[in-house]
């Protein structure tokens, strides 16, 4: 299924395996008339997850769905599916999932799932590339500059077409600490930031299919 935002509230479907804290701050901006949207249900892989919890806060369906509910991938992946159909989702979010979703998912939501990573990709994504190894990756590479990209999410780690971007620039006394610490000082109100221009049209997330050239914040 393809959804065309043009201006109308999106329903969301986020996805969050520990903290949620992008989650909350979605959440947050719906709930103030920051962004036109509505969190129509929570899915973690971690019953214990922070996320849940968030979402049970707020009066949204907060679900547990895992190799431990759904022991073979293909039966999870189909939960998760049906789960996010059911809720009516228009656009899934990825906001902190540590799990790669299925063909089914996939197939169910063509460009209409989104994710971020704390580099700028292509630099420093792919399998086993997250969290503190990024940061650590780019300060052993020297890079200038690091940031955050949200990008459309496909069969490859950290492989679809960006949506956006920020830079944040490295400083040469970084530590993973504080470069870490940063990043995450910007991430919260890029997914807003990002989520208002899907809605509103000027992101078109079909029109990326065939581009890696980000929306890039200087």
């Given at each position: 299924?393809?959804?065309?935002?043009?201006?109308?509230?999106?329903?969301?479907?986020?996805?969050?395996?520990?903290?949620?804290?992008?989650?909350q701050a979605i959440?947050?901006?719906?709930?103030?008339?920051?962004?036109?949207?509505?969190?129509?249900?929570?899915?973690?892989?971690?019953?214990?997850?922070?996320?849940?919890?968030?979402?049970?806060?707020?009066?949204?369906?907060?679900?547990?769905l895992s190799s431990?509910?759904?022991?073979?991938?293909?039966?999870?992946?189909?939960?998760?599916?049906?789960?996010?159909?059911?809720?009516?989702?228009?656009?899934?979010?990825?906001?902190?999932?540590?799990?790669?979703?299925?063909?089914?998912?996939?197939?169910?939501?063509?460009?209409?799932?989104?994710?971020?990573?704390?580099?700028?990709?292509?630099?420093?994504?792919?399998?086993?590339?997250?969290?503190?190894?990024?940061?650590?990756?780019?300060?052993?590479?020297?890079?200038?500059?690091?940031?955050?990209?949200?990008?459309?999410v496909d069969e490859?780690?950290?492989?679809?077409?960006?949506?956006?971007?920020?830079?944040?620039?490295?400083?040469?006394?970084?530590?993973?600490?504080?470069?870490?610490?940063?990043?995450?000082?910007?991430?919260?109100?890029?997914?807003?930031?990002?989520?208002?221009?899907?809605?509103?049209?000027?992101?078109?997330?079909?029109?990326?299919?065939?581009?890696?050239?980000?929306?890039?914040?200087?």
């Amino acid at each position: 299924m393809t959804y065309s935002f043009m201006g109308e509230t999106i329903d969301l479907g986020v996805m969050a395996s520990h903290g949620g804290s992008n989650l909350q701050a979605i959440i947050d901006a719906c709930q103030n008339g920051t962004l036109d949207a509505r969190v129509r249900v929570v899915i973690s892989n971690n019953s214990l997850s922070k996320a849940l919890r968030r979402a049970r806060k707020s009066d949204i369906p907060a679900i547990h769905l895992s190799s431990v509910t759904h022991p073979d991938k293909n039966e999870l992946d189909k939960a998760i599916t049906s789960t996010m159909v059911h809720n009516k989702v228009q656009l899934v979010v990825l906001a902190g999932y540590m799990r790669k979703l299925g063909e089914t998912m996939l197939q169910a939501y063509p460009n209409r799932i989104i994710n971020s990573h704390p580099s700028l990709l292509p630099l420093h994504g792919g399998f086993s590339m997250y969290g503190d190894l990024v940061h650590e990756e780019v300060i052993t590479q020297r890079d200038r500059e690091s940031g955050i990209t949200i990008h459309i999410v496909d069969e490859e780690y950290d492989h679809g077409p960006v949506v956006s971007q920020v830079r944040v620039l490295v400083n040469a006394e970084d530590s993973i600490d504080s470069l870490r610490d940063r990043i995450q000082s910007k991430e919260h109100g890029f997914w807003i930031e990002t989520l208002n221009k899907i809605q509103s049209g000027e992101i078109d997330l079909d029109k990326l299919k065939e581009t890696r050239n980000p929306h890039l914040d200087e």
